[in-house]
């Protein structure tokens, strides 16, 4: 199979987005495949959520302005088959940086497409800024599939639906024609409240089989892992968090095979 790059989006903040993109890549890594986390967010919560102190230097600032490879940047981490590529806050100036050059908006895929050739990874997954500026459009020109995770509240739908508008610009414009909608994963659910079944039922009435059948509920374990340095598979294994988690990298997996 060659390597997929799949990136993990949504412009809205406090989504489950890094969570999502910790625990999926540790799920999908502990399954066997070989996993490279990019975390291009400069916030770098996937960074310590993996257990890495954000160093000065670490991250893909230079090579994005085109000094140094992205391979010098991969460390591996504490975790079965999992690589990671950190961030820090350096990249902050990254959209700045990036508007001034040449192929602002291809400087990511030159970066990734060496490590995917190399069959270092089997599954490259980016974990993206919270926005729909310059680097999370570099991580769309580069992936081959978009990840949404999308929390059970209110204006779930909204987001999505600027998403998909801007994968279909990006797609008809030729930037990137491979790029397509991998699914929707419906995070932070609470079975106790009447709103988290009816945002679900919503969702999926409105996007069919593209979200996924995993729900991932709301809990405690699944907060505190991140402070622990580990993806919640290594800190609390039976959790309900590392159940939903499972099931939804066996799900992933089958859509990028």
């Known amino acids: 199979m060659p390597t997929k790059i799949i990136a993990v989006a949504n412009q809205k903040g406090g989504v489950g987005k890094t969570t999502t ?10 399954s066997g495949l070989k996993v490279l986390l990019v975390d291009l967010d400069p916030q770098a919560n996937a960074t310590s959520g993996l257990g890495f102190e954000k160093t000065p230097g670490a991250s893909s600032y230079r090579p994005l302005l085109g000094e140094g490879t992205l391979a010098d940047k991969i460390q591996a981490t504490a975790f079965a088959n999992l690589e990671l590529v950190p961030s820090e806050v350096d990249l902050c100036g990254a959209d700045l940086e990036l508007a001034r050059m040449e192929n602002h908006l291809h400087r990511l895929n030159g970066l990734l497409r060496p490590v995917a050739e190399s069959g270092r990874a089997d599954v490259i997954i980016i974990d993206c800024p919270p926005s729909l500026a310059l680097l999370t459009l570099n991580a769309f020109a ?7 995770p999308l929390q059970c509240e209110y204006y779930a739908l909204e987001g999505v639906s600027m998403l998909t508008r801007v994968v279909n610009q ?9 790029l397509h909608l991998l699914g929707i994963l419906m995070t932070m659910f609470d079975s106790r409240t009447n709103l988290s079944h009816q945002v679900v039922g919503e969702v999926r009435q409105h996007f069919g089989e593209v979200v996924f ?10 907060a505190e892992a991140p402070s622990f340095g580990k993806p919640i598979l ?9 159940a939903a988690y499972q099931l939804a990298a066996q799900e992933f997996v089958k859509r990028i095979s």
């Open 234 to 242: 290594y800190y609390d294994k039976y959790s309900a968090g590392t």
């Open 213 to 222: 059948e995993t729900v991932v509920p709301r809990t405690t374990r699944l």
């Open 142 to 148: 580069a992936a081959d599939g978009l990840l949404v």
């Open 170 to 178: 990006l797609r008809d414009n030729g930037v990137n024609p491979r």
């Open 21 to 30: 993109a910790v625990n999926l890549s540790a799920c999908v890594a502990a």
